[in-house]
């Protein structure tokens, strides 16, 4: 039914917007409106309602405040359109991981932490003789409150014999101490022990515990004499004899050099190599909490402030709601007329605290977010809850006459709870605010009082606006995409059911809010985990299937993602990193011959695939290997003697030398948006003249970088391995971005697609198992058809294929579905239903099962 609109609500008129691929477009979009953007992935429509309209509304609205305030913002560029009449001061909400470390919380970005750290303070039950603390000494982020001991990480991080000698039946020449680095530097730390008189052909089992105990764990840093390239023997007598040594070498112990260099390096990948070999515990000290004895020693409600940072939400709201309205149980009437007298104004706080503590907790819950605690770190979190952390902030905030530009709020939202998301979005739009929001989930488009649909392809088959009006007129387009799914017009292959080759059982499962949990994944099929938010279907897949079968192949699980923090990462061994969650307990049943045959692990997650301009998609997926083979391989080339080297825009010889191969410059303008200019030298092209004057086929390096995937896929016809390359690419859905798009400029979603599209490149071997964690994000339904069409190429390859997903067309088409839950947090963590679709649907306690029976039936 469509929505009457107020006539006099007026609008936002843009005209000329040419951001991006967008073709001059003039739209008129009502104010006060739940507007959804929507079209197939790399349309526009992100380009319009952010490039265009969220970054004018910033700049208007920068203009007006002081220019040393202007620094304090990160400033998007000035967007290229005509004109834009009507619009008001605009807050985005956009789509991004965590916040790359382990001190960002649940708490932090919701501000909830502050109010509760002035609960304390000022009303907590102190000690007696203890003197009062201010909220700072609360916080495990500042000098007064971080427990010495842990620095308030909460756990201490050490390196283990085991943890450095992963198998004690090695000798130190065969690298036992595997902790050590490689190379040279590593050869030098053996070459020392030699001349320190160790047996370094011994098996390391068959040293003597002193002589493992201080190569491992000394401080001691002696200097000797080495002498490179001699067998021990040899050495031994040229240092018995007082030869003239190669060098003099310091020795340094293996623990000292893990610390040193995860505490010292710049170098990331470094941090995350060395890191592999920490472990970590809970600290001893705050047991977890990280924060001082004085501050833990002050209680609220009987609980410390580390405990009841560790609740989750719901049972927070719970405590707290009593003291909200006045009737906290402190001891009957009596006790509470006896803490009035003695303290009146700790009563009036303790009420005032606990009243917005409690409103605030109520938009989180009523967001599906209730499973969470406040200790929770941002690095944990989906996109999705991200978001949704920060739009629960807004909807207390009572601002009015906004525009709130939301990114696919949806994402990571089951659709039970996307009904409240909905319910919040629709509390914005009553207090008098628009809500321009960027989408492809039907049902928050359904919702929609007006749509504009951008199209009709990508990139640059894209750019138009298709139609803008209320839902039911964009039946008629017939060039929208969106129209085929949104009105049922879209006929969807139906295909027979895979039957399972065997089954992979994991049993006993602890994790997160995972209880001794038994789950058993059929092999050679398509499997879709589902559940609603939190319910634990991470848990399940992302972290215990992956880490166990990872162990029992003897395999880190190939991701090629990229990450600042390398304890964020979890990768100090399982479980040890607060990023990956509690300690894991489990096991494959049947140990190696219950895995099935499978023989490699494939985990494709949505961590960017490089963190800064320089990595592309061209270099990830090894495209461009082959393109400057190309170019090394011409008459030009050869003539001056250029190899593929040349070509390549990190390397020195080849790439412009103003700007070292950027291709642009920036310029600082101090209290406006920084300038990126294009070189004045090689203008964009990142190459110096030399090299852009050999061309392949009429174009240099530089233009070839610049086509999208779809006009690579025309121009390099005659090339097999960059077709098959681009094919896959074109496939997943990915033919509109440039092959020299930089990492930066990439979605999560859009990044787990090139690690899938470079995986699906190479040959298919079979028996692997593919894990992937919400692959739909950031995907219009017709991408997701195309997306489900590699995935069932893979799994009639004989490969196993486990997807976590909300989406109901993706569950529909899925050979075998294992819904967790039924609730979220403490509420879920149970394998509710397993079995077909059909199955599932019919489930009476799966919370996804009207759902998908209805996207069955709509099938």
Same mark, same amino acid.
């Given at each position: 039914?469509?929505?009457p609109?107020q ?7 843009v005209?000329g917007a040419?951001?991006?691929?967008l ?9 006060n ?5 929507t $079209?197939i992935s790399?349309?526009g429509?992100?380009?319009l309602?952010?490039g ?7 700049r208007?609205?920068l203009e ?12 998007m560029?000035?967007?290229?359109v005509?004109?834009i ?13 965590g ?11 919701s501000?909830l932490?502050?109010s509760l750290?002035m609960?304390?303070s000022?009303a907590?039950?102190y000690?007696?003789?203890q003197?009062l603390?201010y ?10 409150g971080?427990c010495?001991?842990?620095h308030g ?19 130190i ?12 530097h ?5 070459d020392i022990?030699?001349s320190?008189?160790?047996d370094?052909? #011994?098996p390391?089992?068959? #040293? @003597? ?5 201080w190569i491992?764990?000394?401080d001691?840093q002696?200097t000797?004499?080495? %002498? ?14 007082k030869e ?22 710049e170098s990331?990948?470094?941090k ?5 070999y920490l472990?970590?515990?809970e ?8 924060l001082?004895p ?7 409600a009987g ?6 940072a560790?609740?989750p939400?719901?049972?927070l709201a719970?405590?707290l709601?009593?003291y ?5 149980p402190?001891?009957?009437?009596a006790?509470r ?11 009036i706080?303790?009420q ?5 503590l409690?409103?605030r907790?109520?938009v ?5 977010l ?12 989906s996109p999705?809850?991200?978001q949704?952390l920060?739009l629960?902030?807004q ?5 009015f ?7 696919? @709020? ?6 039970a ?12 739009k009553?207090s $008098? ?7 492809h989930?039907l049902?928050v488009i ?8 951008v199209g009709?392809?990508?990139g ?6 298709? %139609?803008?009006?209320p839902?039911?007129?964009?039946e008629?387009?017939t060039q929208?995409r969106?129209? /085929? ?13 895979r ?5 992979l059982k994991l049993r ?17 099929v398509?499997?879709?985990v589902? $559940? ?8 399940l897949?992302?972290?215990a299937?992956?880490?166990l079968v990872?162990a029992q ?6 991701s090629g993602?990229?990450?600042d923090d ?9 479980g040890?990193g607060?990023?990956?969650g ?8 049947g ?13 494709v997650?949505q961590?960017?695939?490089g ?5 592309n ?7 461009f290997d082959?393109?400057r ?13 250029y ?7 990190n ?6 030398a103003?700007?070292a ?7 600082e303008l ?7 200019a294009?070189c004045p030298?090689? /203008?964009?092209?990142r %190459? ?9 086929r009429e ?5 070839v ?7 690579a ?11 098959r ?11 509109y971005?440039?092959l020299g ?6 979605s ?6 090139i690690?899938?599209?470079?995986e ?13 964690d919400?692959?739909t994000t950031g995907?219009? @339904? ?7 069409a590699q ?13 976590v997903?909300?989406n109901?067309?993706?569950l ?8 967790v ?8 963590g149970l ?5 077909t679709p ?5 489930a ?5 099962a009207?759902?998908l029976k209805?996207? #069955?039936t709509?099938?």
């Amino acid at each position: 039914m469509e929505k009457p609109l107020q006539a006099d609500q007026g609008y936002v008129r843009v005209r000329g917007a040419r951001e991006h691929n967008l073709r001059d477009v003039n739209v008129d979009i009502p104010r006060n409106a739940l507007v959804v953007f929507t $079209g197939i992935s790399g349309s526009g429509k992100s380009s319009l309602a952010f490039g265009t309209l969220y970054a004018e509304a910033q700049r208007r609205y920068l203009e007006s405040v002081s220019p040393y305030a202007r620094r304090l913002f990160h400033q998007m560029a000035v967007p290229a359109v005509q004109s834009i009449e009507g619009l008001p001061p605009a807050v985005a909400l956009q789509q991004q991981r965590g916040a790359p470390t382990t001190r960002s919380s649940v708490g932090s970005v919701s501000t909830l932490s502050n109010s509760l750290r002035m609960l304390y303070s000022r009303a907590g039950d102190y000690p007696p003789g203890q003197e009062l603390l201010y909220a700072e000494s609360f916080s495990p982020n500042t000098p007064q409150g971080a427990c010495p001991d842990c620095h308030g990480l909460g756990r201490v991080y050490d390196a283990t014999e085991a943890s450095m000698v992963p198998d004690d039946s090695l000798t130190i020449r065969e690298r036992a101490v595997a902790a050590w680095p490689t190379a040279w530097h590593g050869q030098n730390l053996r070459d020392i022990l030699v001349s320190l008189g160790y047996d370094v052909d #011994m098996p390391w089992r068959d #040293m @003597p515990r002193k002589d493992r105990d201080w190569i491992l764990f000394t401080d001691e840093q002696p200097t000797v004499p080495v %002498y490179a390239g001699l067998d021990p023997a040899d050495a031994r007598r040229a240092l018995k004899r007082k030869e003239a040594p190669s060098y003099h070498g310091t020795f340094t112990g293996a623990r000292k050099y893990v610390l040193q260099t995860f505490a010292t390096t710049e170098s990331a990948s470094m941090k995350k190599r060395v890191a592999q070999y920490l472990v970590s515990a809970e600290c001893p000290a705050c047991r977890g909490k990280r924060l001082r004895p004085e501050a833990l020693s002050v209680t609220f409600a009987g609980l410390d402030i580390g405990a009841i940072a560790q609740l989750p939400l719901q049972r927070l709201a719970a405590l707290l709601q009593p003291y909200a309205l006045g009737i906290a149980p402190a001891g009957g009437k009596a006790g509470r007329r006896r803490a009035a007298v003695l303290h009146p104004e700790k009563v009036i706080v303790v009420q005032r605290i606990a009243q917005d503590l409690a409103a605030r907790l109520e938009v989180l819950l009523d967001l599906g977010l209730g499973y969470l605690s406040l200790d929770r770190s941002t690095p944990t979190l989906s996109p999705g809850e991200l978001q949704r952390l920060r739009l629960a902030t807004q909807v207390r905030s009572s601002l009015f006459g906004v525009v709130y530009v939301l990114d696919e @709020p949806s994402a990571g939202l089951h659709p039970a709870d996307t009904e409240a998301l909905l319910r919040a979005l629709d509390r914005l739009k009553a207090s $008098g605010n628009s809500l321009f929001v960027v989408e492809h989930a039907l049902d928050v488009i359904r919702h929609a009082d007006w749509i504009v649909d951008v199209g009709p392809l990508a990139g640059e088959h894209g750019g138009r606006v298709l %139609y803008s009006g209320p839902p039911p007129g964009l039946e008629r387009v017939t060039q929208s995409r969106t129209a /085929h799914y949104l009105f049922g017009k879209a006929a969807r292959p139906r295909r027979p059911l895979r039957q399972a080759a065997g089954w992979l059982k994991l049993r006993g499962v602890v994790r997160n809010n995972l209880h001794k949990l038994d789950a058993d994944f059929p092999l050679a099929v398509l499997t879709s985990v589902s $559940g609603v938010s939190g319910s634990g279907k991470s848990s399940l897949v992302s972290q215990a299937l992956v880490q166990l079968v990872a162990a029992q192949l003897g395999q880190q699980p190939a991701s090629g993602g990229e990450s600042d923090d390398a304890l964020a990462d979890g990768g100090l061994g399982i479980g040890a990193g607060e990023g990956a969650g509690r300690a894991l307990a489990g096991r494959i049943a049947g140990g190696a011959a219950g895995l099935g045959g499978l023989r490699r692990l494939v985990q494709v997650d949505q961590k960017p695939i490089g963190r800064t301009p320089r990595s592309n998609l061209a270099t990830y997926t090894g495209l461009f290997d082959h393109v400057r083979k190309l170019f090394a391989a011409t008459r030009q080339a050869r003539a001056r003697r250029y190899d593929a080297g040349r070509f390549s825009f990190n390397v020195a010889k080849g790439r412009c030398a103003n700007c070292a191969g950027e291709g642009f410059v920036m310029v600082e303008l101090l209290f406006l948006p920084s300038v990126y200019a294009p070189c004045p030298v090689c /203008h964009g092209a990142r %190459y110096n003249a030399e090299t852009l004057a050999v061309r392949y086929r009429e174009r240099n390096v530089a233009e070839v970088l610049a086509m999208t995937v779809d006009a690579a896929w025309d121009f390099f016809a005659d090339e097999p391995p960059l077709r098959r390359a681009l094919d896959v690419l074109r496939e997943v859905g990915l033919g509109y971005l440039r092959l020299g798009q930089p990492a930066t400029e990439l979605s999560g979603g859009e990044a787990q697609r090139i690690k899938l599209a470079t995986e699906l490149q190479r040959v298919a071997r079979g028996n692997t198992l593919y894990v992937l964690d919400e692959p739909t994000t950031g995907l219009h @339904p017709s991408d997701i058809e195309r997306l489900l069409a590699q995935l069932h190429g893979l799994a009639d390859a004989g490969n196993t294929v486990v997807v976590v997903e909300h989406n109901m067309q993706v569950l529909a088409a899925s050979d075998w579905i294992i819904d967790v839950g039924p609730g979220a947090g403490e509420a879920g963590g149970l394998v509710v239903a397993a079995g077909t679709p059909a199955d599932v649907a019919r489930a009476a306690a799966s919370r996804t099962a009207p759902y998908l029976k209805d996207a #069955m039936t709509r099938n």
